[in-house]
């Protein structure tokens, strides 16, 4: 085995149930650090934990260097409950990421139990689906379970956390969460505290008391302290966990340390300033050497620590220092190691002091070598940390199309935000990669308009890197999303195709060329030119590579397909690009909205107007943006025209000026004027059909039976019994029933049933 494969081996992706588009999973994330046997025995902290036993959260919430993690590792180790164990960072602010890991940690448990949630994952438009579909997974389980997420201080995301909240609110009994974290999350923490459904450990929990620092330093660190030193020594340091350890290494080193205690500690940050210059300075010139190197790496593996500190001995040195000091911790799983949070603090500041340009060149090696491993978000985050703003360029340009393919174009997005105009003009593929990103997220159509005007500048500054790619990848961008013309769009499209098929450069945007001109034609009223264009992004021999450009072909053809009244065909397509999102887990983007509009479409066709209209309300959250959009526009119009067939003329009245407003900042709307006349017309003549006393959407058969024993002395309970249905959803269905009535009380419900003979029908009349 080559040392490049044996690299690639050692540095493992997490495997996902199923096959399909997922996310890279980092192996070190999900493996909990390995328990020390010769670390402190404490009691307290156990039963600490073990209070929490019956409540949904446990908080262990302190500073660096109390040992968190430790204590809950230490804990789970004691009882050996089966165990979830996610180590998050700063990339999982990203629900589907976020959620993925932790469904995969759950599937480690037992096989299987996680599953459901990463398909759903894959396909959902709403995060409460796969959430629910983990915690059925869990309940299947039958016994206990213990979720760990650590570091949970670096997820901020608010939808993040909103969900987070939905889950504690929804896990099954005997399972709990322990969040680990150097702040409190932005949870409901109240609610949980005053509901009695959390319990929490603080800084001042999981210090150490007096006794545990003399079995920490004196029995474990064999220092020669007697009582009086202990009772020093823990008073300085006010037991903050790291700052003991630190003090024990350095205290072995010295001639006497019953005198050398005197000297140590006092407040945090003459700790931090002692220790940065007394213990690193006390470890032997290699050994100080490697940990202020490896610092700046935070997780990493021994063949990693040897190409990017260009050395051959990291195994041993990670292997000694994991044996002797509790500095350095091993990882369960994967070969993968992590020096202790605060040392790494104090390491990286001294590496700073002594070579200022190192942690930055040491990122950068990081970054080109997870690069060329397939990790493109984790090699950017080094890229970033270096402040190299060209690497950082250059391995999204590296990148991009793999990101923008297999689901992560938000990813995408997030770093060429933080990259300099000047930059990204000078990487033009990384314009136009931001422009496409901004637009399958959706609700960025002014960013998507920066990057291609980015674009536009790139192309007068750097002509010699302007090439067909580039301009083709415009030209798709703007024909796929249309924006505010639909004439351009149509114009765009042409012009991406032509420079796709006449260069190779350009070839590999083929489909996605073909699928933006069919969606721009679309728009134009050209149906049966849509189609064909639509139909040659299929017949790409790549098409299946391009999950985004295939999904936009196949809505496209469904609404076309709609349209020619084939809706078994139109069907096929819809579905199909339904699956092509939820393999790209990108169902919540503007990808997914076009999918769920499409069906939406489909759905309306084949008279299921409930789920269409929910289908197409979905769609129009990834629609709606800070400017008038062809795409909003038209979607508004087809969800007032389900609403007045729903007999919803007033939430139909409301789309529908909504649409008129956003027609009138267009400047072609193409089709979308149209529709949204004869969608008009269909609204008033429905009102008038209302004001004539008819009833415009007949109530189903379930409410018709519910319609029915409101003609009787039974409350709503009752008839929830009557009918086996819970009080809920017979609540549900007399709303529904005064709504399709127009009435606002039961009495009134029953009157206007027996008016127009509803109570006389075993099926809702059509």
Excluded at 85 to 91: E, F
Excluded at 163 to 192: E, G, K, N, T
């Amino acid at each position: 085995m080559s040392a490049e494969e044996h690299a690639r081996g050692r540095l493992r992706l997490a495997a996902i149930p199923e096959a399909g588009e997922a996310p890279l999973l980092a192996e070190a994330k999900l493996a909990a650090p390995c328990a020390r046997a010769e670390i402190v025995a404490r009691p307290r902290l156990g039963q600490a934990l073990d209070a929490g036993e019956g409540t949904p959260l446990t908080l262990v919430a302190a500073p660096a260097g109390f040992g968190k993690t430790t204590a809950v590792r230490a804990w789970c180790a004691d009882r050996d409950p089966p165990l979830a164990w996610v180590s998050l960072d700063a990339g999982d602010n990203d629900l589907a990421r976020f959620w993925t890991y932790v469904s995969t940690a759950v599937d480690r448990v037992r096989e299987g139990l996680g599953r459901g949630a990463l398909q759903r994952l894959r396909s959902t438009r709403a995060i409460e689906e796969p959430i629910d579909e983990l915690m059925n997974g869990i309940a299947a389980l039958g016994q206990g379970l213990v979720i760990v997420l650590d570091d949970l201080q670096t997820v901020t995301d608010r939808e993040c956390l909103a969900s987070l909240d939905y889950a504690l609110d929804h896990l099954p009994a005997r399972v709990r969460v322990i969040a680990i974290s150097r702040a409190d999350p932005m949870l409901r923490l109240a609610r949980q505290r005053a509901a009695g459904r959390m319990i929490e450990l603080r800084a001042g929990d999981l210090a150490f008391t007096t006794e545990e620092a003399r079995e920490l330093v004196v029995e474990h660190g064999g220092v020669d302290l007697g009582a009086e030193e202990v009772r020093l020594l823990h008073e300085r340091t006010q037991g903050w966990p790291a700052a003991l350890v630190l003090a024990a290494i350095w205290l072995r080193s010295v001639d006497d340390p019953r005198l050398a205690v005197h000297a140590f500690g006092g407040s945090h940050r003459f700790v931090a300033d002692y220790l940065s210059q007394e213990v690193i300075a006390s470890l032997d010139a290699d050994m100080e050497a490697f940990l202020l190197s490896a610092s700046v790496l935070g997780r990493f593996t021994p063949e990693l620590s040897d190409e990017v500190l260009t050395r051959s001995d990291s195994a041993s040195i990670l292997a000694n220092l994991d044996r002797s000091n509790l500095l350095v911790s091993g990882l369960e799983r994967g070969g993968w190691y992590r020096i202790h949070p605060l040392l790494a603090e104090f390491a990286i500041a001294q590496l700073a002091a002594l070579e200022p340009t190192s942690a930055q060149e040491i990122h950068r090696r990081a970054g080109v070598w997870l690069s060329e491993r397939g990790f493109p978000v984790e090699a950017a985050q080094h890229a970033a940390a270096a402040g190299d703003h060209d690497l950082l360029a250059e391995l999204m340009v590296k990148h991009h199309l793999t990101l923008i393919r297999t689901g992560d174009a938000r990813t995408l997005l997030n770093w060429v935000r933080t990259l300099p105009d000047e930059v990204v003009v000078r990487h033009p593929a990384l314009a136009v990669g931001g422009a496409t990103a901004a637009g399958m997220v959706g609700q960025s159509t002014l960013e998507q308009r920066r990057f291609l005007r980015l674009a536009e500048r790139a192309q007068a500054e750097h002509a010699d890197r302007f090439g067909p790619y580039a301009h083709a990848a415009a030209a798709t961008v703007r024909a796929a999303t249309v924006d505010g013309d639909v004439g351009l769009a149509v114009a765009e499209g042409r012009r991406a195709v032509e420079l796709a098929e006449a260069h190779a450069e350009a070839g590999s945007l083929l489909v996605a060329a073909h699928a933006g001109y069919a969606r721009a034609l679309y728009f134009a009223g050209d149906v049966n030119a849509a189609w064909a264009a639509a139909m040659r992004a299929l017949e790409q021999p790549e098409v299946e590579r391009i999950p985004p450009g295939h999904a936009l072909a196949r809505a496209t053809l469904a609404l076309v397909s709609v349209e020619k009244r084939r809706v078994e065909t139109a069907r096929i397509h819809a579905e199909k690009g339904k699956s092509i999102v939820a393999r790209l887990a990108g169902s919540r983007s503007w990808i997914g909205a076009n999918a769920a509009a499409a069906l939406g479409a489909v759905l309306e066709a084949e008279g299921h107007l409930g789920e269409a209209e929910r289908e197409l309300a979905h769609a129009e959250h990834f629609f709606h943006d800070e400017v008038a959009t062809v795409h909003h526009a038209w979607l508004l119009v087809a969800l007032a025209r389900v609403r007045v067939r729903r007999g919803r003329l007033d939430e139909a009245r409301t789309a529908l000026n909504a649409a008129r407003d956003e027609i009138g900042d267009l400047l072609d709307g193409g089709r979308v004027t149209s529709m949204a006349a004869a969608v008009e017309a269909e609204l008033e003549e429905a009102a008038a059909r209302a004001a004539g006393g008819e009833i415009l959407a007949p109530p189903s058969a379930a409410e018709l039976a519910v319609l029915r024993l409101l003609d009787s002395e039974l409350s709503a309970r009752q008839i929830a019994v009557e009918l086996f249905l819970s009080a809920n959803t017979v609540r549900t269905h007399t709303r529904a029933i005064y709504r399709k009535l127009d009435v606002n009380s039961r009495a009134d419900a029953v009157a206007r049933a027996q008016e127009v003979g509803l109570l006389g029908h075993t099926e809702s009349p059509r």
